[in-house]
Nanobody
Framework: QVRLVVSGGGSVQVGGSLTLACELSGLTKRYTLGWFRRAPGKSREGVASIDSNPWINYAKSVKGRFVVSLDKDKNILYLQMNEVTPGDTAKYSC???????????????????WGQGTQVTVSS
């Protein structure tokens, strides 16, 4: 059974940095891991993903500012958020599927296991 536990959310000022962590248990040999966010009144957005190839994807809105990485020794997925803006305010969740996806950021429905989410608030 795959379990994901998210930590690291909080408040950060515009232009600052924050790192989210997603502790994984039961990680499969083949996988796609993703970070998703949902802001109030908006639909869920895929932020970044990494799979077992490894193939990394970023949403256009965060490319160049966010970095996704996986520590395989510790089984922790990270999302390093840099140069944050108020538009990054949302609840962030990590997710796992044992499949390799062609469009991981657009296919949130394909992820079977989800972390509980953590709130990130960017203030000016």
């Amino acid at each position: 059974q795959v379990r994901l536990v998210v930590s690291g959310g909080g408040s950060v000022q515009v232009g600052g940095s924050l790192t989210l962590a997603c502790e994984l248990s039961g990680l499969t040999k083949r996988y796609t891991l993703g970070w998703f966010r949902r802001a109030p009144g908006k639909s869920r957005e895929g932020v970044a993903s990494i799979d077992s190839n490894p193939w990394i994807n970023y949403a256009k809105s965060v490319k160049g500012r966010f970095v996704v990485s996986l520590d395989k020794d510790k089984n922790i997925l990270y999302l390093q958020m840099n140069e944050v803006t108020p538009g990054d305010t949302a609840k962030y969740s990590c997710a796992h599927t044992s499949a390799l996806l062609n469009n991981p950021l657009g296919d949130g429905w394909a992820f079977r296991h989800w972390g509980q989410g953590t709130q990130v608030t960017v203030s000016s």
